[in-house]
């Protein structure tokens, strides 16, 4: 389902995303509007694991655009999963970062499927 952000009095950007069944039924219980998810597909640091495309908004995220964004203050924790297509897959908070890690393969794993 496309869903166009906007907050308060303005739109942020032009920007359409697709939340698949799952992402759209977690949104909801989890209160996040369409807004904090564009927010986090647009400031959240972008890590690729598990084969997947994790945005999540920490505290650097915060002080480095806080004063741009100030609802990005109140996000902190935020992590958003998408697929390599664009689609959302699931959104939640959570503060601890340790357990999404970052794909690290070298040249020689990926040719020789090792």
């Known amino acids: 389902m496309p869903i166009t952000a906007t907050t308060d009095n303005r739109v942020l950007i032009a920007h359409q995303f697709n939340l698949s ?14 807004a904090e998810l564009l927010l986090a597909l647009r400031y959240g640091r ?4 598990k084969g997947a495309i994790f945005y999540v908004v920490g505290r650097k995220e915060i002080d480095k655009h806080g004063e741009a964004e100030p609802q990005l203050k109140q996000m902190n924790g935020t992590q958003v999963l998408c697929a390599d297509n664009g689609t959302v897959i699931t959104a939640y908070r959570n503060k601890d970062f340790r357990k999404i890690r970052p794909c690290r393969r070298t040249r020689y794993q990926r040719s020789h499927n090792v």
């Open 46 to 49: 972008r890590i690729r694991s």
């Open 21 to 34: 069944s799952h992402a759209s039924q977690r949104v909801k219980e989890r209160s996040l509007t369409s």
